[in-house]
């Protein structure tokens, strides 16, 4: 997570160097007159300042250099940087570069520097807030979909300090739904009703969940899981459904309640190609396959190929283009798992075994149901295949 310490005194810059032991690529931002003749450089293990470097040099990806040149103190695990100019103007461009703020101040000062900048719960990145002495952490913004409040939890065990947490649901003991989606790494597509499904949970109101697929989650709260659509006409407070599925739902349910969608990653897409084929005939097809399978593009957990594809250029940039690991598999492998796929001799001469999409989603599926079978179409082949049960085969909660 790319991440930004602030602090705005030289005790601050000596708590920031302690947390880069969690987050050892963070950068740390202080006012200039805090980095000139620090009192205790070799506490940061830093070299003494000189004259700015490119930050290619310095800091890595970080894509805020300090304005006219400066002292940037660095070395290979720590990166200090000057904040120009006012200080509530010179957190804007880290607002928005960075998924994690952490400032070491008085929480009001975090707060009237980013008040300016917030956007909403799905855009906004974590903040925390820890005092000078390190005695509290405080999730401040963000707290479940950006992590505020397990970061929290892990600067309070590794400073000793007392971790403060106020979400109303963390504090009552229940479900939040936007927290677990955020560890699994899936997403609401509704972001809307998720207020109002945590507003019945804490009046004690009873929420359905239905998952398409079944699932083993510690749900705290009056929250009753159901394994097909039918309870859902009853009377409740809400219902959460889990589901890859566009429409899940025959017709809809009590049209009057909320109703949260989640979106597993579930799915497995099966890739085989021509050499050299351009990335947006891969992205097109896989966009195309999901809408005829009728599933969102948000359970897409990974692509996967024959390691006689793992260097092709079109296919990593599809992964990258969707977020998601390329998983590649042996000519033994996939063999292995050729059973009820559609055998081609050519394939078998060009790559050694008689077929690619369809056993490759299998395998990264976990052995999983073909949801679609392999198609073909300007070079490109395409199987999908989900999950039976989640999480995927390499996700832990």
């Known amino acids: 997570m790319r991440t930004a310490i602030i ?21 740390i931002y202080a006012p200039p007159r805090f980095l000139d003749n620090f009192a205790d450089p070799s506490l940061l293990k830093m070299s003494q300042p000189s004259s700015v470097h490119s930050l290619e040099e310095n800091a890595g990806d970080n894509p805020l250099p300090p304005e006219g040149g400066g002292s940037v103190w660095g070395c290979k695990n ?8 006012s200080f509530r103007e010179a957190l804007g461009p880290l607002f928005f570069s960075y998924r994690l ?18 956007e909403g719960k799905d855009k906004d990145p974590a903040v925390v807030t820890i005092d000078e002495q390190a005695r509290f952490a405080i999730s401040l913004l963000s707290g479940h979909l950006g992590g505020a409040n397990a970061e929290t939890e892990n600067i309070g065990r590794l400073l000793n300090a007392q971790p403060v947490i106020t979400t109303a649901t963390d504090s009552s003991g229940i479900t939040a739904f936007d927290d677990l989606t955020r560890r699994l790494g899936w997403q ?8 109002k499904i945590s507003a019945a949970l804490l009046e004690e109101r009873e929420i359905y969940v239905y998952s398409e697929r079944p699932f083993h989650y510690s749900l705290q709260g009056r929250i009753k899981v159901v394994d097909c659509p039918e309870p859902l006409k009853k009377s409740a407070a809400g219902y959460v459904i889990i589901s890859s599925r566009l429409n899940p739902l025959p017709e809809p349910v009590q049209p009057d309640l909320p ?10 897409a099966g890739v085989g190609c021509r050499r050299g084929i351009p990335v947006e005939a891969i992205i097109n097809m896989i966009e195309q396959g999901f809408k005829d399978a009728g599933r ?10 024959g390691e006689f594809k793992s260097d092709e250029e079109g296919l990593l940039q599809a992964a990258a283009y969707f977020r998601v690991p390329l998983k ?23 790559v050694g075994v008689g077929a690619v999409a369809e056993p490759c989603a299998r395998l990264a599926s976990g052995s999983g149901e073909i949801i679609m079978p392999t198609r073909r179409e300007k070079g490109v082949t395409l199987a999908l295949a989900e999950v ?4 995927f085969p390499w996700q832990k909660e």
């Open 259 to 268: 109703c949260l969608m989640i979106r597993p990653l579930s799915i497995a």
């Open 7 to 27: 602090a705005v005194s030289r005790r601050g810059i000596e708590v920031a160097a302690l947390l880069t032991e969690l987050y050892p690529e963070a950068h």
């Open 296 to 305: 969102s593009l948000s359970s897409l957990a990974c692509l996967a190929t």
């Open 388 to 391: 039976r049960q989640l999480p």
């Open 188 to 195: 609401i597509e509704n972001l809307g009703e998720l207020k």
């Open 78 to 85: 720590l990166t200090l940087l000057p904040l120009r100019g």
């Open 101 to 118: 703020l952490i400032f070491i101040s008085a929480a009001a000062v975090a707060v009237r520097a980013i008040a300016p900048y917030l």
């Open 328 to 350: 590649i598999y042996t000519r033994p492998e996939i063999a292995g798992a050729l059973e009820g796929s559609i055998l081609s001799d050519f394939v078998k001469e060009q």
